[in-house]
């Protein structure tokens, strides 16, 4: 079956723009997890939603959002955007149900580069 | 709060050497342990998993033991190869803070010389 699916691959973007980034779960998978990835703090949870609702968040400023829409893809947004947004970010999903379900299969990410 | 300490990188081995990285953790309550890896250009994939203490998770000739009284799920291989060349990524979940949310260990990278 196919994976998790992001888009775009690569995006360059200004400073002060704002961005969306799109990703399509597994069919089937009701959760979806977003994650930043840089080289200076690492990989570090942005929020998960499943079924259309945001269950867990992690600790950045607002200008972080996301959706998730009926059909279980989610959008990411940065607004207002800094040079240290830069990162490749990461789009997780998995069943959600239980404990057991965890084990997040990942897309290849899309890399943002802020100039 | 809750974290990942891995062991220190770069790690480089030959062809068909033993393996070892280590992983500890800090968690307030009973965690789900992870180890993924990623290969360059690319996302993590889920390379083993264990939810409970004592419990042995297993993959492509990888293993790691949760282990409770030492916090510990330190992921090894009888004989790498140089395809086994990546990064690797211990990670937790704990059902407290929401059994969503992946916490991540600092990644080791890992070089197989032939």
């Known amino acids: 079956k196919a994976g998790v699916t992001q888009t775009p691959r690569y995006l360059i973007k200004t400073r002060g723009q704002q961005v969306t980034l799109s990703c399509s779960p597994i069919s089937g998978h009701r959760s979806v997890s977003w994650y930043q990835q840089t080289p200076g703090q690492g990989l570090q949870f942005l929020f998960e939603y499943f079924s259309e609702t945001q269950r867990n968040k992690g600790n950045f400023p607002g200008r972080f959002s996301g959706r998730q829409f009926s059909n279980s893809r989610s959008e990411m947004n940065v607004s207002t955007l800094e040079l240290g947004d830069s990162a490749l970010y990461l789009c997780?999903?998995?069943?959600?149900?239980?404990?057991?379900?965890?084990?997040?299969?990942f897309g290849s990410g899309t890399r943002l580069t802020v100039v | 709060g809750n974290s990942v300490t891995q062991m220190e990188g770069p790690v480089t081995l030959s062809e068909e050497a033993f393996l070892t990285i280590n992983c500890t953790y800090t968690a307030t309550g009973y965690p789900s342990l992870f180890w993924y890896v990623q290969y360059p250009g690319e996302g993590l994939q889920l390379l083993l998993k264990?939810?409970?203490?004592?419990d042995k998770g297993s993959n492509k000739g990888f293993e790691a033991t949760y282990r409770k009284e030492t916090t510990s799920f330190h992921l090894e291989k009888g004989s790498v190869q140089v395809s086994d060349s990546a990064v690797y990524f211990c990670?937790?979940?704990?059902?407290?803070?929401?059994?969503?949310?992946?916490?991540f260990g600092q990644g080791t990278r890992l070089t197989i010389n032939p």
């Open positions: 264990a939810t409970k203490a004592d």
């Open positions: 990670a937790l979940s704990d059902p407290i803070q929401g059994a969503q949310k992946l916490v």
């Open positions: 997780a999903s998995s069943l959600g149900r239980t404990r057991e379900d965890y084990g997040y299969t």
